[in-house]
Protein backbone atom coordinates (compact mmCIF):
# COMPACT_ATOMS: atom_id res chain seq x y z
CA UNK A 1 0.00 0.00 0.00
CA UNK A 2 3.14 2.40 0.74
CA UNK A 3 4.70 1.56 -2.44
CA UNK A 4 0.61 2.99 -4.34
CA UNK A 5 0.56 6.28 -1.96
CA UNK A 6 3.65 7.20 -2.52
CA UNK A 7 4.02 7.04 -5.75
CA UNK A 8 0.33 8.30 -6.41
CA UNK A 9 1.88 12.09 -4.35
CA UNK A 10 4.12 12.37 -6.57
CA UNK A 11 2.06 13.94 -9.77
CA UNK A 12 4.82 15.79 -11.03
CA UNK A 13 7.37 13.13 -11.28
CA UNK A 14 7.15 12.06 -14.85
CA UNK A 15 10.10 10.66 -17.66
CA UNK A 16 8.43 13.41 -20.09
CA UNK A 17 8.71 16.86 -17.98
CA UNK A 18 6.22 18.23 -20.21
CA UNK A 19 3.37 16.42 -19.79
CA UNK A 20 2.32 16.93 -16.05
CA UNK A 21 2.61 20.66 -16.07
CA UNK A 22 0.83 21.06 -18.88
CA UNK A 23 -2.29 18.36 -17.90
CA UNK A 24 -2.45 20.08 -14.73
CA UNK A 25 -2.35 23.92 -16.54
CA UNK A 26 -5.52 22.17 -18.89
CA UNK A 27 -7.54 20.56 -15.77
CA UNK A 28 -6.75 23.50 -13.35
CA UNK A 29 -7.90 25.97 -16.35
CA UNK A 30 -11.18 24.38 -16.86
CA UNK A 31 -12.02 24.00 -13.48
CA UNK A 32 -10.85 27.49 -12.59
CA UNK A 33 -12.77 29.16 -15.55
CA UNK A 34 -16.01 28.27 -14.28
CA UNK A 35 -15.72 31.15 -11.54
CA UNK A 36 -14.24 33.27 -13.80
CA UNK A 37 -17.37 32.72 -16.09
CA UNK A 38 -19.77 32.28 -13.46
CA UNK A 39 -22.26 35.56 -13.93
CA UNK A 40 -22.18 35.42 -17.83
CA UNK A 41 -23.34 31.64 -17.71
CA UNK A 42 -25.82 32.45 -14.87
CA UNK A 43 -27.66 34.48 -17.32
CA UNK A 44 -27.83 31.61 -20.04
CA UNK A 45 -28.82 28.17 -19.25
CA UNK A 46 -28.29 26.91 -22.62
CA UNK A 47 -24.77 28.59 -22.10
CA UNK A 48 -24.32 26.95 -19.09
CA UNK A 49 -24.95 23.84 -20.30
CA UNK A 50 -22.72 24.33 -23.11
CA UNK A 51 -19.77 24.94 -21.17
CA UNK A 52 -20.61 21.87 -18.56
CA UNK A 53 -20.37 19.86 -21.57
CA UNK A 54 -17.04 21.06 -22.77
CA UNK A 55 -15.71 21.21 -19.28
CA UNK A 56 -16.72 17.62 -18.79
CA UNK A 57 -15.32 16.51 -22.24
CA UNK A 58 -11.88 18.71 -21.35
CA UNK A 59 -11.19 17.44 -18.03
CA UNK A 60 -11.33 14.11 -19.18
CA UNK A 61 -9.75 13.36 -21.90
CA UNK A 62 -6.63 15.83 -20.32
CA UNK A 63 -7.01 13.23 -17.59
CA UNK A 64 -7.37 10.22 -20.52
CA UNK A 65 -3.96 11.98 -21.51
CA UNK A 66 -2.50 11.52 -18.38
CA UNK A 67 -3.58 8.31 -17.64
CA UNK A 68 -2.37 6.92 -20.90
CA UNK A 69 1.16 8.30 -20.56
CA UNK A 70 1.92 7.23 -16.84
CA UNK A 71 0.62 3.65 -17.92
CA UNK A 72 3.24 3.95 -20.50
CA UNK A 73 6.03 5.07 -18.28
CA UNK A 74 5.15 1.90 -15.82
CA UNK A 75 6.10 -0.61 -18.59
CA UNK A 76 9.21 1.38 -18.93
CA UNK A 77 8.04 3.36 -21.98
CA UNK A 78 7.80 6.86 -22.74
CA UNK A 79 5.14 8.88 -24.37
CA UNK A 80 5.58 12.15 -25.36
CA UNK A 81 2.43 14.67 -25.01
CA UNK A 82 1.91 14.65 -28.86
CA UNK A 83 1.78 11.32 -29.14
CA UNK A 84 -0.13 10.85 -25.96
CA UNK A 85 -2.48 13.22 -26.88
CA UNK A 86 -2.84 12.09 -30.46
CA UNK A 87 -3.69 8.22 -29.11
CA UNK A 88 -6.64 9.84 -26.46
CA UNK A 89 -8.08 11.68 -29.07
CA UNK A 90 -8.31 8.41 -31.59
CA UNK A 91 -10.89 7.45 -28.84
CA UNK A 92 -12.41 10.20 -27.97
CA UNK A 93 -16.11 9.09 -28.54
CA UNK A 94 -15.10 5.83 -26.61
CA UNK A 95 -13.38 7.25 -23.70
CA UNK A 96 -15.99 10.39 -23.58
CA UNK A 97 -18.89 7.69 -23.53
CA UNK A 98 -17.63 5.68 -21.09
CA UNK A 99 -16.36 8.30 -18.52
CA UNK A 100 -20.41 9.62 -18.98
CA UNK A 101 -21.82 5.93 -18.57
CA UNK A 102 -19.33 5.79 -15.55
CA UNK A 103 -21.02 9.02 -13.80
CA UNK A 104 -24.60 7.39 -14.69
CA UNK A 105 -23.56 4.31 -12.99
CA UNK A 106 -22.31 5.62 -9.66
CA UNK A 107 -24.94 8.03 -9.84
CA UNK A 108 -27.72 5.60 -9.65
CA UNK A 109 -25.72 3.05 -7.40
CA UNK A 110 -25.82 6.20 -4.73
CA UNK A 111 -29.15 6.54 -5.27
CA UNK A 112 -30.01 2.84 -4.49
CA UNK A 113 -28.69 3.28 -0.84
CA UNK A 114 -25.45 4.32 -1.50
CA UNK A 115 -22.84 1.13 -1.16
CA UNK A 116 -23.84 -0.13 -5.07
CA UNK A 117 -22.68 2.95 -5.80
CA UNK A 118 -19.24 1.97 -4.03
CA UNK A 119 -19.77 -1.28 -5.74
CA UNK A 120 -19.94 -0.14 -8.91
CA UNK A 121 -17.21 2.59 -8.99
CA UNK A 122 -14.74 0.07 -7.70
CA UNK A 123 -16.33 -2.71 -10.37
CA UNK A 124 -15.69 -0.57 -13.07
CA UNK A 125 -12.75 1.66 -12.13
CA UNK A 126 -10.31 0.34 -14.53
CA UNK A 127 -12.99 0.73 -17.80
CA UNK A 128 -10.72 3.73 -18.96
CA UNK A 129 -7.69 2.35 -19.02
CA UNK A 130 -9.06 -0.81 -20.84
CA UNK A 131 -9.56 1.97 -23.44
CA UNK A 132 -6.22 3.48 -23.95
CA UNK A 133 -4.31 0.85 -22.91
CA UNK A 134 -5.86 -1.60 -25.01
CA UNK A 135 -7.82 -0.19 -27.33
CA UNK A 136 -11.66 -2.06 -26.13
CA UNK A 137 -14.97 -0.97 -26.88
CA UNK A 138 -16.78 0.29 -23.92
CA UNK A 139 -18.82 -2.61 -23.02
CA UNK A 140 -15.71 -4.98 -23.36
CA UNK A 141 -13.91 -2.37 -21.04
CA UNK A 142 -16.50 -2.23 -18.82
CA UNK A 143 -17.11 -5.96 -18.23
CA UNK A 144 -12.99 -6.47 -18.76
CA UNK A 145 -12.77 -4.40 -15.57
CA UNK A 146 -15.42 -5.91 -13.54
CA UNK A 147 -13.65 -9.68 -14.11
CA UNK A 148 -10.27 -7.74 -13.23
CA UNK A 149 -11.89 -6.27 -9.95
CA UNK A 150 -13.41 -9.85 -9.14
CA UNK A 151 -12.41 -10.85 -5.81
CA UNK A 152 -10.03 -7.25 -5.57
CA UNK A 153 -12.77 -4.87 -4.59
CA UNK A 154 -12.43 -4.82 -0.57
CA UNK A 155 -8.97 -4.21 -1.02
CA UNK A 156 -9.59 -2.24 -3.89
CA UNK A 157 -12.02 0.19 -1.24
CA UNK A 158 -9.05 -0.03 1.64
CA UNK A 159 -6.37 1.36 -0.63
CA UNK A 160 -8.75 3.92 -1.46
CA UNK A 161 -9.98 4.78 2.17
CA UNK A 162 -6.14 4.98 3.12
CA UNK A 163 -5.45 7.38 0.37
CA UNK A 164 -8.10 9.50 0.78
CA UNK A 165 -7.11 10.15 4.78
CA UNK A 166 -3.18 10.82 3.51
CA UNK A 167 -4.71 13.05 0.84
CA UNK A 168 -7.45 14.58 2.24
CA UNK A 169 -6.13 15.85 5.20
CA UNK A 170 -4.06 18.07 4.54
CA UNK A 171 -5.66 19.78 1.69
CA UNK A 172 -8.65 19.85 4.16
CA UNK A 173 -6.89 22.44 6.38
CA UNK A 174 -5.49 24.33 3.61
CA UNK A 175 -9.15 24.34 2.35
CA UNK A 176 -10.56 25.77 5.81
CA UNK A 177 -8.12 28.02 6.27
CA UNK A 178 -8.35 29.66 2.80
CA UNK A 179 -12.27 29.80 3.74
CA UNK A 180 -11.25 32.17 6.57
CA UNK A 181 -8.52 33.98 5.05
CA UNK A 182 -9.00 34.20 1.47
CA UNK A 183 -11.51 36.22 -1.07
CA UNK A 184 -14.14 34.30 -2.81
CA UNK A 185 -11.89 34.25 -5.87
CA UNK A 186 -9.03 33.11 -4.20
CA UNK A 187 -10.81 30.38 -2.88
CA UNK A 188 -12.34 29.00 -5.67
CA UNK A 189 -8.70 29.29 -6.89
CA UNK A 190 -7.17 27.22 -4.05
CA UNK A 191 -10.44 24.73 -4.52
CA UNK A 192 -9.34 24.09 -8.19
CA UNK A 193 -5.32 23.96 -7.59
CA UNK A 194 -6.39 21.27 -5.22
CA UNK A 195 -9.47 19.56 -7.36
CA UNK A 196 -6.75 19.31 -10.00
CA UNK A 197 -3.88 17.88 -8.00
CA UNK A 198 -6.22 15.40 -6.60
CA UNK A 199 -7.77 14.02 -10.37
CA UNK A 200 -3.99 13.60 -11.45
CA UNK A 201 -3.36 11.48 -8.14
CA UNK A 202 -6.24 9.73 -8.73
CA UNK A 203 -5.31 8.71 -12.40
CA UNK A 204 -2.14 7.70 -11.13
CA UNK A 205 -3.59 5.62 -8.47
CA UNK A 206 -5.30 3.74 -11.29
CA UNK A 207 -2.80 3.27 -13.42
CA UNK A 208 -0.49 1.87 -10.63
CA UNK A 209 -2.88 -1.00 -9.32
CA UNK A 210 -4.42 -1.45 -13.24
CA UNK A 211 -0.99 -2.00 -14.23
CA UNK A 212 -0.12 -4.63 -11.23
CA UNK A 213 -3.14 -6.50 -11.84
CA UNK A 214 -3.42 -6.70 -15.56
CA UNK A 215 0.34 -7.34 -16.28
CA UNK A 216 1.85 -8.72 -13.32
CA UNK A 217 0.72 -10.27 -10.00
CA UNK A 218 -2.98 -11.01 -10.34
CA UNK A 219 -3.70 -10.24 -5.99
CA UNK A 220 -0.99 -7.59 -5.55
CA UNK A 221 -0.62 -7.69 -1.37
CA UNK A 222 -2.21 -4.02 -1.40
CA UNK A 223 -2.67 -4.00 2.70
CA UNK A 224 1.42 -4.33 2.57
CA UNK A 225 2.83 -1.59 4.63
Not at 10 to 37: A, C, H, Q, R, W
Not at 41 to 47: D, F, G, Q, T, V
Not at 86 to 102: C, M, S
Not at 202 to 209: K, N
Request: aromatic share 16%.
Amino acid sequence: MKYYIINALKFYDMKNENLPPVVFVIILFTGFSGTILSDLLAKSLPLEILYNIISFVVLNMASAVYLKAYLNELRGEVCTLKDCAIHVLGKFYKIVLAYLAFFIIIAIGLFLLVIPGIVFCFMFLFNTCYIVDKNFGVMEAFNTSRNLTNGVKMELFALYVVFSLVLYFPLLIVLVIALYTATDLIFSFILSFISTIIAIMRQRLIAMVFKDLEYGVKEPDYMDI
